[in-house]
């Protein structure tokens, strides 16, 4: 249904059920909960999504770390990527082009002076401006804005829930690499709603319902709130990164072997920090299944300390509406302390994770743990 290129509306609900029984797993139309209706392109799709905050992206050093991590991350993922995006690229390179064309990624960050900031997104959609659960995106501050103190640089990737569950453990290997790579000052990874990044604004609605029907599921751009998690995390997720610095303040003043078993906790070096793993699999915090669970409602409460007070919004489009409100304003505050319980709620919390299975060798590194006392 793509005339010139340009997406169409349903016209009923019968011809979008056709549609989407042709796409990947799980995929949502374009702009589904806009007065318009959904669209026949992918504008969001359920993930396993990592995500890493780290200084800056203008040194060789850098640059050749987070060509080394897309070269990583291609070995799973080249077959199914479709397209890359640049935002305002030098005059040598191009803003959108289908992947098959587009140069290695290590030529182009060398058409980029240390003094220009740069951003690469990588999808596996069918058309330029849709979504996929393969994608991997890199925005780099220049050496000005990374001197300010007031920017960081972010990478990510996702893939899809059914492949990271058959791979659990290549997807942690490469979250701990790119971590290491980019000297990683924080970060997660765990459920996400990966969403058209060309047509955001209609398709943050979507990510704001799934956010309530899977409490576990991260949402909003991590571009756009990277300035204000500087000094803080966002949340906790599946995987952790935490560096040294904070992480040595929380385990001071917690007994971290009684306060995160180490039966269904672990954790890796990864150089600069360490990464925590709460549990085999990433959790959705399915409200059907078990909105809060114990593994990261446990890690939430000792690492809660590290957490930004506030993050002014999630979301920031203009898709607003009553019942379906985007995450703004007090919303997002409400959503990042989503895993917080009172003290008296602590015993409740170990009880719960009794039920949940422990590590194993199939979804964890067992012979790599940290001793964190």
């Known amino acids: 249904m793509l005339i010139g290129g340009r997406s169409l509306h349903f016209k009923n609900q ?30 969001a799709i359920p993930a396993i999504r990592a995500v890493l905050y780290f200084k800056e992206g203008y040194s060789t050093e850098m640059r050749e770390a987070i060509a080394q991590c897309f070269d990583d991350y291609q070995t799973y993922a080249k077959e199914y990527l479709t397209w890359q995006w640049q935002d305002e690229p030098p005059k040598s390179e191009s803003e959108n082009t289908t992947f098959d064309k587009a140069k290695p990624i290590r030529d182009s960050l060398k058409n ?18 849709a979504t996929g659960a393969w994608e991997f995106t890199v925005g780099g501050k220049s050496k000005w804005q990374s001197e300010m103190g007031i920017h960081q640089s972010v990478l990510t990737f996702s893939m899809p829930v059914e492949w990271v569950e058959e791979n659990t453990k290549l997807f942690i290997e490469l979250f701990i690499n790119c971590a290491q790579r980019l000297k990683a000052n924080h970060g997660y990874a765990g459920y996400a709603c990966i969403i058209s990044q060309i047509r955001e604004d209609k398709n943050e609605p979507t990510e704001a319902y799934l956010s309530r029907k899977f409490w576990a599921m991260d949402v909003g751009d991590p571009f756009l709130s990277a300035k204000y998690l500087i000094s803080g995390i966002k949340t906790v997720s599946w ?61 939430n409460r000792i690492l809660k300390p590290l957490r930004v007070e506030r993050i002014q919004a999630i979301h920031w489009g203009n898709q607003d509406t009553e019942e379906n409100p985007l995450i703004k304003g007090y919303r997002a505050e409400a959503w990042m ?29 067992l012979d790599r743990r940290v001793d964190w006392g």
Do not use: C
């Open 112 to 129: 980029y002076s240390p003094m220009k900031a740069f951003y690469f997104l990588y999808t596996s959609g069918k058309e330029k401006f």
């Open 239 to 299: 995987l952790t990164a935490i560096n040294h610095e904070w992480f040595n303040k929380i385990r001071e003043q917690e007994a971290l072997n009684s306060e995160l078993p180490m039966s269904w906790f672990i954790g890796y070096d990864y150089g600069t920090g360490i990464v925590i793993q709460a549990g085999n699999l990433a959790l959705s915090g399915s409200d059907e299944v078990d909105p809060l669970p114990a593994s990261y409602v446990l890690l």
């Open 14 to 43: 019968e011809d979008y059920k056709v549609w989407a029984d042709q796409q990947e797993k799980d995929a949502i139309g374009g702009g589904i909960f806009t007065p318009q209706g959904p669209e026949d392109y992918v504008g």
């Open 337 to 365: 302390k989503r895993f917080d319980i009172k003290d008296d709620q602590k015993l409740e919390y170990f009880g719960k994770l009794q039920s949940e299975p422990k590590l194993n060798s199939k979804h964890a590194f």
